[in-house]
């Protein structure tokens, strides 16, 4: 296959058990992670090194496995929202929209318009917030925490801050936000919320000029980046990368333009691509796209219809949603890729509780790419390339 | 007997006085390099030790003073124990020849430019004995990061420093200041050859004191800790010590070679100079440590073998067909 072959540039069979293919090799095993300060929390990967150079990596999950699947079997439909949010805790509105959209779809309940905007602001802010996050790591990753990163790193978390300030306004919560329901949102908009975002969002578009000269725009920077840690497209498409990973692979797919969910059918969504597929692309594109996410905000943060913010029934229990069985599968395009939940009805407290529920996390996938795009790069691109994925191993996990 | 007419209790007494002023500022250089560093990120830094943090490095010693030392099992004890101390040691050791003044030298060596190099390449083993001794695989790469960057990085250094040796014909720093007193800092005479030499001199100096953006033995987002991974408390200071106080003789070797030392156009000469030249480069290397990201280590070792190295060589002869057709 193209896609595996162009992966293996140094010749070593991916799914390969090195100790016994190869005892003269007389290579070192380096247990990268789970306590490493650059895994991006508690991933393992176990390297075979040849001198620095990497020749093969296997990649270890679970080490923050919480079962929330399992746990989703239990609780009722509207008790979930909570539970999501940690599943991916950089952007939790995205993971609680996504687990929301396929209840209501199992449910058959529809959302009113003013949330649906709703739901397209927070999130377009969370997007711009997690790619904040991302810069932020990457620059940590690239620079270390004594370094020039800190500045880039301590840069990004201050705006990152004022969009969290936004969210606070709103739900009353920094960062676990339970703001989303079935059937809508639970924090209807208030009075000055819509002139904040839009000032805080002046501040962030004049600020990522700043950005783009401390990273895409710094030379060491660029050495570092460019040309490393190279993922090819079909091969992302193999592995079932999405988002800003896959984009820059060259691969024109975005849920928001692709698959509308929400208002995006109404909006004008430019998907932003980029050719090279290496470390370099991804960064461009996440700048890009947070500041296609501003303007998206700023179209339709005056133009929020009137309206109920939750079109479900007042609930008087928790167990008054109920399917008796059916499935659904809903998805949206997160920071990160596609967030998808797909959802079996008909389980415990008399149907009060979904039978099965399977949450699809972009990380996962992009982790998998790693034994293919790994061997034949130093440690120090390891790091690299392993932040440049946007990896949230509470999401990989679950 | 005034102690300081017998050698061995003035070597004592000069040693005594270096070392304490050396480490005071060198501790001050922290906090202000934490201060800068806090202002360049829209932060405050140390505030609470002390008037504006001033005593922060200190609360930060002692914190590392009352630490528990842990020796891994597997760890080679001499080379893991001996290590942090020598390297300390070599880093200290150098500033015995710097002049800080007119007639302020601890000892003032006809070699002096050469125990500078000598010693501060020494710091090679030292280094290499944390690495090996830890049994550790993050400290062993970067130990071994760092030996292949101090060899690398040593020639360009030495070749740089051999420029003021050519101009001013002499290899004692003392003698190198007073010829620029004389006939201007080599910085901006003769033109060309000083400048250039500077560059390469400082920035192989970022290198051998593993500064960002050339701290690639110690990179924390790679290798943990590189060499320092397993050491704790007073080991753990005295490397981080041996970092600082390697940068900021760093800054005073650059100052007195070719910024003139304590002179300044001949207008009050003295201490004052050196420490203000000091501070300026130190306050550099800070702002460059704050803003860059690091390099790859095999893109380090292009940047002295493929620039560095070749370019010494030429502002070297240059220098020498300087002195040969112009004299001074």
Not at chain 1, 59 to 68: D, E, N, S
Not at chain 2, 168 to 179: N, P
């Amino acid at each position: 296959m193209d896609a595996i072959a162009s992966a293996i540039r140094v010749g070593i069979d991916p799914h390969l058990d090195l100790d016994e293919y190869d005892p003269a090799a007389d290579l070192m095993v380096l247990n990268f992670g789970p306590q490493h300060p650059s895994t991006h929390g508690v991933l393992r990967l176990k390297l075979y090194l040849d001198g620095e150079t990497i020749v093969k990596a296997d990649t270890f999950m679970g080490y923050l496995h919480r079962g929330k699947e399992k746990l989703a079997e239990k609780l009722t439909y509207a008790q979930i929202t909570p539970i999501v949010d940690k599943i991916d805790y950089v952007a939790p509105m995205t993971t609680e929209q996504g687990v929301n959209m396929a209840y209501e779809a199992l449910l058959g309940i529809e959302v009113p318009r003013r949330a649906l905007y709703l739901r397209t602001i927070l999130a377009e802010l969370q997007r711009i917030a997690s790619h904040l996050l991302w810069v932020a790591t990457m620059s940590i990753d690239l620079g270390g925490a004594l370094g020039g990163g800190t500045t880039v790193f301590m840069h990004c978390f201050r705006e990152r801050e004022s969009i969290l300030d936004l969210f606070e306004e709103l739900t009353g919560c920094r960062f676990h936000y339970n703001t989303h329901c079935i059937g809508g949102n639970r924090h209807d908009i208030t009075a000055g919320w819509p002139k904040k975002v839009k000032a805080t969002l002046d501040v962030i578009d004049s600020r990522t000029a700043e950005y783009e000269s401390l990273t895409t725009g710094h030379r060491v920077f660029r050495e570092r980046m460019v040309g490393v840690g190279v993922l090819p497209g079909d091969l992302a498409l193999e592995l079932g990368i999405t988002g800003p990973n896959l984009r820059a692979s060259g691969v024109d797919y975005d849920l928001r333009r692709d698959a509308p969910f929400h208002i995006y059918d109404e909006l004008d969504v430019q998907v932003q691509t980029e050719k090279a597929g290496d470390c370099f692309a991804r960064t461009l594109v996440r700048i890009r796209e947070m500041r296609e996410s501003i303007r998206i905000v700023r179209e339709i943060i005056d133009s929020v219809p009137e309206g109920p913010i939750n079109g479900a029934k007042p609930v008087k229990s928790p167990t008054q949603f109920k399917a008796k069985g059916g499935q659904a599968y809903a998805c949206l395009e997160g920071p990160r890729g596609e967030v998808g939940t797909y959802v079996i009805g008909g389980g415990d407290n008399r149907g009060a509780s979904p039978y099965r529920v399977k949450f699809r996390s972009p990380s996962m996938h992009a982790l998998s790419a790693l034994p293919y795009i790994l061997p034949g790069h130093s440690i120090s691109d390891c790091v690299a390339v392993l932040g440049s994925l946007d990896p949230i191993l509470g999401e990989v996990d679950r | 007997m005034n102690p300081l007419e017998h050698p061995l209790l003035r070597g004592l007494i000069y040693a005594g006085v270096v070392v304490t002023v050396l480490l005071i500022i060198v501790a001050w250089a922290i906090w202000f390099e934490r201060k800068f560093a806090a202002r360049m990120q829209s932060r405050v830094g140390p505030t609470l030790v002390g008037p504006m943090g001033l005593l922060q490095p200190l609360a930060d010693v002692l914190k590392l003073l009352q630490k528990e030392q842990i020796i891994p099992e597997n760890a080679d004890r001499v080379l893991f124990l001996l290590a942090p101390p020598l390297t300390a040691f070599f880093a200290i050791a150098t500033a015995a020849v710097i002049p800080f003044g007119p007639e302020m030298i601890a000892a003032d060596l006809d070699i002096g430019i050469l125990w500078i190099l000598a010693i501060s390449g020494l710091m090679v083993f030292p280094v290499w004995m944390a690495g090996w001794g830890s049994s550790n695989k993050y400290a062993l790469l970067g130990g071994m990061r760092a030996v292949a960057q101090g060899i690398s990085y040593e020639i360009p250094l030495v070749l740089s420093a051999l420029v003021p040796v050519v101009l001013t014909g002499s290899l004692s720093l003392a003698d190198m200041v007073e010829f620029q007193a004389e006939h201007g800092w080599l910085i901006l005479w003769p033109p060309g050859p000083g400048i250039i030499a500077f560059v390469i001199f400082f920035l192989s100096s970022l290198a051998e004191a593993n500064r960002i953006p050339f701290d690639i033995p110690e990179a924390e987002s790679e290798l943990v800790a590189g060499i320092g991974t397993e050491y704790t408390g007073v080991n753990f200071a005295l490397l981080q010590l041996a970092e600082y106080v390697h940068t900021f003789i760093a800054s005073m070797v650059a100052a007195a070679i070719f910024f003139g030392g304590w002179d300044f156009f001949g207008i009050a000469p003295g201490l004052h100079w050196m420490v203000l030249k000091t501070f300026a480069l130190f306050f550099f290397i800070t702002w460059i440590r704050w803003s860059f990201v690091r390099f790859r280590s095999d893109q380090l070792m292009a940047l002295a073998w493929r620039w560095l190295i070749p370019i010494s060589l030429v502002v070297l002869m240059a220098s020498a067909c300087w002195v040969f057709w112009a004299g001074v």
